[in-house]
């Protein structure tokens, strides 16, 4: 069998496909890689205490490995899928019936939850992001501010400060 398109499938394949992709917002992206590896390594400096300290840990090269738009941007991409929209991205498909039922499985893998005492800060964290991966923001429809904590665990968790128990009312 000959391959031939830059993707490796055969000859006999028809080259006037769509070219769709599915990406994520950068800064949930990042948040996230940083909780895949409290649990599985990855290339991140091992013990980093939060996902800020982490990103300074990491060079630009690095990250410029990591953008999705570099992956995508040999292609010409004919439709964005995105992870915070991915419903109504897949609507707008031509070839997705109005009338489709689209339904999400969550997956049986227990999230990784941000550990209580994890801290950093939001502001410096969303500035940086968005000065490693500004192609990304540029090219795949982001902004730096953009809110999507109600769908990822994704924020600072402070350790909670305890009230002191003597002030509490007793039972009489």
């Known amino acids: 069998m000959i391959f031939t398109h830059t993707q490796g499938w055969p ?10 992709v599915n990406v ?11 909780k895949h590896d409290l649990n599985d390594t990855t290339e991140l400096q091992s013990n980093t205490p939060d996902t800020l300290t982490a990103l300074k ?4 090269e690095r990250c410029n490995a990591w953008s999705e738009w570099r992956v995508v941007s040999d292609y010409p991409l004919d439709y964005i899928i995105h992870a915070e929209s991915v419903e109504e991205d897949l609507r707008k498909l031509p070839f997705v019936a109005d009338d489709v ?3 999400f499985t969550r997956s049986n ?64």
């Not at 840990?57 to 630009?60: P, S, Y």
């Not at 968790?157 to 003597?166: D, I, V």
Request: glycine letters at 4%; aromatic letters at 18%; charged letters at 30%.
């Open 11 to 20: 000859v006999e394949c028809p080259s006037d496909y769509l070219y769709i």
């Open 24 to 34: 994520r917002h950068p800064y949930y992206r990042w948040i996230s890689y940083w």
């Open 57 to 60: 840990g990491v060079t630009d």
């Open 101 to 103: 039922d689209i339904q």
């Open 109 to 172: 893998r227990r999230p990784t939850l941000i550990p209580m005492g994890t801290t950093w800060d939001e502001e410096e964290l969303r500035e940086l992001v968005y000065d490693r991966f500004r192609q990304d923001y540029d090219n795949l429809g982001y902004g730096k501010w953009d809110n999507y904590d109600h769908l990822w665990d994704c924020s600072p968790k402070p350790t909670l400060k305890q009230r002191n128990t003597s002030n509490f009312p007793t039972k009489l």
